[in-house]
């Protein structure tokens, strides 16, 4: 099992961005200032369009309930993304991610919680590394290749 239940609202991408928006809301955007900015389309549609308008920055349009890098494509205008039935987390895309070797990565770190009040966490002491496959380009060509911009094993 990874997912505990009743915890939808922190593992689907809208819910999560949902949360963190009110989480800055209660105690401020100083404390809360690590995320992107994030809209959720359609909702969103045109606080996204008004965000992008005049600008040439990538932005990650992601599927809210998908994995294995399903659907997920970089754009750099709102014409580019495909308003259809499902809702799409967009985020402005980080363009200096930390790299190792010129390429992208990310961590997955294994927790498992016991208990809620009081609070009781165990972090398992081996994770894993994903990289992706092509070194790390910002060039207008480069946005479409997954194997640049996603970490996912099953692409």
């Known amino acids: 099992v990874n997912k505990l239940p009743g915890t939808f609202s ?11 928006r009110l989480l800055q809301t209660k105690w401020g955007s100083g404390m809360f200032s690590f995320l992107p900015q994030t809209f959720n389309i ?16 990538a932005w990650i349009a992601k599927p809210i309930a998908s994995s294995c890098g399903d659907g997920i494509h970089l754009v750099t205008s709102h014409q580019q993304i495909t308003l259809g039935r499902s809702i799409l987390s967009v985020q402005k895309y980080i363009r200096n991610p930390f790299l190792i070797n010129g390429l992208k990565f990310d961590l997955r770190i294994y927790v498992l919680l016991t208990n809620i009040d009081p609070i009781k ?4 002491e081996d994770g894993i590394v ?16 997954k194997f640049i911009h996603l970490t996912n094993y099953s692409i």
């Open 130 to 145: 994903r990289f992706a496959t092509k070194p790390y380009s910002m060039k207008e060509e480069d946005l479409i290749d």
């Open 121 to 124: 966490i165990y972090v398992y």
């Open 10 to 20: 922190l593992c689907r991408k809208d819910q999560l961005w949902n949360n963190y």
């Open 42 to 57: 359609p909702e969103e549609w045109d606080q996204l369009k008004n965000a992008m308008a005049g600008s040439q920055e």
